[in-house]
Nanobody, 126 residues
């Protein structure tokens, strides 16, 4: 059973940076397609970024492209999300999700990921 634990959330001012980590157990992260989703109050959960398994590419939502960087640290069995130039619109609970067999067209869909972390709050204030 894959278990995911997020860490690194917190509060930051506009323009600041935060780094999130997703630590996996039960499976190596290299064998998982891992994604970050976020959900703001009153809004639906939305795709942020994903990194495909076995050296596949990294993909970003247009809203975060150029500001967020997702990477995998195989030695730590961890996936990270570096968030720069944060705005109040980035305020949300951020979730790590993982799946074993996702085709490229599915990576943005939350329903395709069977494994989820508990979420970590990110708050950006002006």
């Amino acid at each position: 059973q894959v278990q995911l634990v997020e860490s690194g959330g917190g509060s930051v001012q506009v323009g600041g940076s935060l780094g999130l980590s997703c630590s996996a157990s039960g499976r190596t992260v290299n064998a998982l397609t891992v994604a970050w989703f976020r959900q703001a109050p009153g809004k639906e959960r939305e795709f942020v970024a994903a990194i495909r398994r076995f050296g596949g590419g990294t993909y970003y939502a247009d809203s975060v492209k150029g500001r967020f960087t997702m990477s995998r640290e195989n030695a730590k069995n961890t996936v990270t999300l570096q968030m720069d130039s944060l705005t109040p619109e980035d305020t949300a609970v951020y979730y790590c999700a993982a799946g074993e067999s996702l085709i490229l067209s599915s990576i943005g869909g939350a329903r395709h990921y069977p494994h989820w972390g508990q979420g970590t709050q990110v708050t950006v204030s002006s």
